[in-house]
């Protein structure tokens, strides 16, 4: 006989699906025998389901298409809500899995009862609880279809146990995702026509258009019209440095952003939506766009924003146009003591070709983007929805998609530690993960903020909840623990030294920069 | 002026509140300030929120009042999500503070934007989002309201920022909670009648039942009329050692309980619901009650099963008795090799009077349950829920709740590896918590249930998932990351001197026992 979860892993293996990051539980383990007696899925075992999501994330970003997260009923999916959020809001493509408690055991509201769908639905595109063993091919093909439409999409879908364990009536073929929607030339022709009129202007490039043709396309349009190219505040995959366009993020605070977009007569937006503030502001606007500069939509996050600036390109005469992009200039390797600044520098000064630099040192990570433009060509990836904690899985599941080039975490200490167990799995699967923990021993946003916020001198309890020096976290011993192999470095030059020793040699490495 | 958000805090120090356990971010600010402004509440930060609500189950069950946690927006919320749940469970008051956007921004679905109702309601008794500053402190007198009713239950309050930076209209007089309903008689008569009755009796007690007033009361019904007495099989807070009542837990697996309890002919049950199965087995029922034993409600979960049960001790005519309860009677110290046994031996073997102890062992815990009725009285907890990762929280807040007592946390490895954080809460506060980290680098609980369902031979990914053992947490070097003194023993002896070692010093230990 065929289970339920067989028939489930064959379709997930037929549609295209190879990972599954998981941590599963009782009601899983249909599932979790299911993936030996189904070969075709690759199976990495998360110490925190938070770790499962977040390497799921980064994987879907570097892959292109869906891994499987499998989590344990409600409060383990729970445990994996922050990167479920932060991977939809990257537009990236996810099929969560959940077991759920056989469909009789559920009126028995044993312990581990809890209402999933209500959980699921604040991050999740497409949610469905399994009625059956027999349709759960079906099911999972659905689940698999959904995440790849559009772009990249959240698909959750529940498992109940005895549907897992329960006789299937087959596989089910993979379903046709939905395509991107196709962006009509009447609104290609009068962006054309808007970049062509001589006024300046900046086009914004959503996730999809931030890497590949997408991109290129963007830099033809740039090259021929002289538009500018921005990204969101925080990219969910952009091709960068040497030969690549020249594109900038939008900075995170108002009183930068605004006063930027207003040297612009219209924005063209193309792929996401208009930039926003991350939070709302005392007698500030939510839009970060001033008055002076109108916006406009080429594509929306679910339009083919790819082939619109293709059609765009085309359109404003740039389609046959070669474009050199940024020059090659790497900075001198930095020396003496070591700063934000100095740590960027070094960064950029040995990255190597292809890397993955996986960026969320938060407020020690702007340096870094500001030292790189020239580097290498590489592939830039940032937390793309302000939960801290994604960073070291993100870069682990990267690493999973892409075993040949090396990855870098740039990381910020306050939300390593979030999610810290990540390291274990770098270790355990053997990943070329190069981990720069950046100890500045506080949560340094939340001290500006204070500060913007007319708080100048922060009682006692702000300030307990702001500095994280007592007791300090030890990341070399934390790095030990979880079987990575650490160093600590405090001055510049033993950082350059600390890190191409830790890119040379197989399997993940943290170095804790002492800021 | 007065802010909403210092109306919130004076309100919630007026109805008694004395803790937040905390990770605040951008929105919450104001509330953090209003910390600094207003005076009583103690600040103690987490580094990840499952930490913060973890502590708040902790302290509660050890304070009988509720903490409050303040966490950042539904992500933040949500990493707090498992230990709620547990939480909610084990029916203790808790305050979940959750900062939210500015009314007025939510509409612009900035990135941390999420529906933040919908993650809050499967594990909340009670939600509501504040419309405005002018009633933020009625709406905290209402939550601490809400928390106290009958017994314990989880409130959550979502604060938008302008509401907590906004002018108040003042502090709000602490409302009164909703009692637990009182027992009408009849009820207690019927039971009075059936336990004189003579047939084989048991009388099941739910968490309020199992310390203070309410255990003795039913260790004098149990003395009078001989009737057995159990727990839930994961209490929330027993009162237990020499002179308490001896109490069993309900067995876990269904094939243990369900004999035990054909054993009797009634099974009474007294502030809790009659047991379920954890889980849902092929062929198996969710009760665990068999069809021969009867059951019959005393209290439900909402009424007052203290007061029940103290009529019931009036109606039995056990009112006045003296009940000598457990003997003290200490195990000799273990020697040689260490395993679960000879472990569960060595800490029964020194446990001090008065000590809490928190109980996260799982597969490895049971040892010394079965080691220790006659130790010197102390409180046991277990995780309530179900979902991993509560020990090393609870235990944090549980000695913030009893700064005088030793805390010992007795913490299997998989479940310690999903909130390790906790620990260096405990050195930043200088907690007297010593854990005893079980360290049999596996899902054990996972390998008995595969065996149970007749995965004779797993196959490689299954066993992937069950083994912790590529690479072996380094436990001791974890606990020196999170700034917490720590050994590895590998005998019997050495974990006898390291345990008494570590309850001799101030502050928290990590002692890695390797089974």
Redesign the interface.
């Given at each position: 006989m065929t289970t339920g979860a067989e028939a489930l892993v064959r379709t997930a293996v037929q549609a295209g699906v190879e990972v599954c990051f998981?941590?599963?539980?009782?009601?899983e383990?249909?599932l979790?025998?299911a993936?030996?007696?189904v070969p075709g899925i690759r199976?990495v075992?998360g110490?925190?389901e938070?770790v499962c999501t977040g390497a799921a994330d980064g994987y879907a970003r570097m892959a292109g298409k869906p891994a499987l997260t499998l989590t344990h009923l409600?409060?383990?999916f729970?445990?994996g809500?922050?990167n479920v959020?932060?991977a939809r809001?990257a537009r990236v493509p996810l099929v969560n899995l959940i077991g759920d408690?056989?469909t009789?055991?559920v009126?028995?509201?044993?312990?581990?009862t809890?209402?999933?769908e209500?959980?699921a639905?604040?991050?999740s595109d497409w949610v469905r609880s399994a009625g059956s063993a027999e349709h759960l091919g079906r099911d999972m093909a659905e689940a698999v279809a959904a995440a790849r439409s559009a772009g990249g999409r959240i698909a959750t879908l529940i498992v109940p146990?005895?549907c897992a364990?329960g006789e299937a009536k087959g596989t089910a073929s993979p379903c046709e995702p939905e395509p991107a929607a196709f962006v009509e030339s009447r609104r290609v022709d009068a962006v054309a026509e808007l970049l062509r009129a001589g006024k300046p202007c900046s086009l914004l490039l959503g996730p999809a258009a931030t890497h590949g043709a997408g991109l290129a396309a963007a830099g033809r349009i740039s090259a021929a019209t002289g538009c500018k190219l921005w990204c969101d505040?925080?990219p969910t995959r952009m091709e960068r440095g040497a030969g690549h366009p020249v594109v900038d993020k939008i900075p995170y605070f108002p009183e930068q952003a605004v006063p930027m977009l207003a040297n612009f007569a219209h924005l063209v937006v193309a792929g996401t939506?208009a930039p926003?503030?991350?939070?709302?502001y005392?007698g500030q606007p939510?839009?970060l766009v001033p008055e002076s500069c109108k916006v406009h939509e080429l594509a929306s996050p679910d339009e083919d924003v790819v082939g619109a600036l293709e059609a765009l390109a085309d359109a404003v005469g740039a389609s046959g146009r070669d474009v050199s992009g940024a020059q090659l200039q790497v900075p001198e390797r930095p020396t003496g003591t070591l700063d934000p600044r100095a740590l960027g520098t070094a960064l950029a000064a040995v990255l190597p070709e292809g890397t993955i630099v996986m960026d969320e040192g938060v407020t020690s990570g702007l340096p870094y983007w500001l030292a790189s433009p020239g580097c290498p060509p590489h592939d830039y990836l940032q937390n793309?929805?302000?939960?801290i904690?994604q960073g070291l899985p993100s870069a682990t599941g990267a690493a999973i998609a892409c075993p040949e080039r090396p990855v870098l975490a740039l990381q910020a200490d306050?939300s390593g530690?979030?999610t810290?167990?990540a390291l274990?799995t770098q270790?355990?699967e053997g990943l070329n993960v190069t981990t720069i923990l950046c100890a500045n021993r506080a949560y340094r946003?939340?001290q500006i903020?204070?500060q913007r916020?007319g708080?100048a001198e922060?009682?006692?309890?702000?300030r307990?909840?702001i500095d994280?020096s007592?007791?300090?976290?030890?990341?070399?011993?934390?790095?030990?623990?979880?079987?990575v192999p650490g160093a600590r470095v405090e001055t510049a030059d033993d950082l350059v030294r600390e890190l191409e020793r830790a890119l040379a040699e197989p399997g993940p490495h943290l170095i804790e920069a002492i800021l």
């Open positions: 998981a941590n599963p539980g009782t009601t383990l249909s979790v025998v993936l030996d007696s199976a075992l110490l925190f938070g409600g409060p383990g729970a445990n809500i922050a959020h932060n809001r408690h056989t009789w055991h009126q028995a509201d044993s312990p581990l809890s209402d999933i209500s959980l639905r604040p991050v146990s005895d364990w505040t925080s939506r926003v503030a991350f939070f709302g005392p939510s839009s793309t929805g302000g939960a904690g306050g530690a979030y810290p167990q274990w270790a355990r946003i939340l903020e204070l916020a708080v922060p009682g006692p309890k702000a307990s909840f994280l007592g007791p300090e976290l030890d990341w070399v011993a934390l790095a030990r623990g979880f079987g």
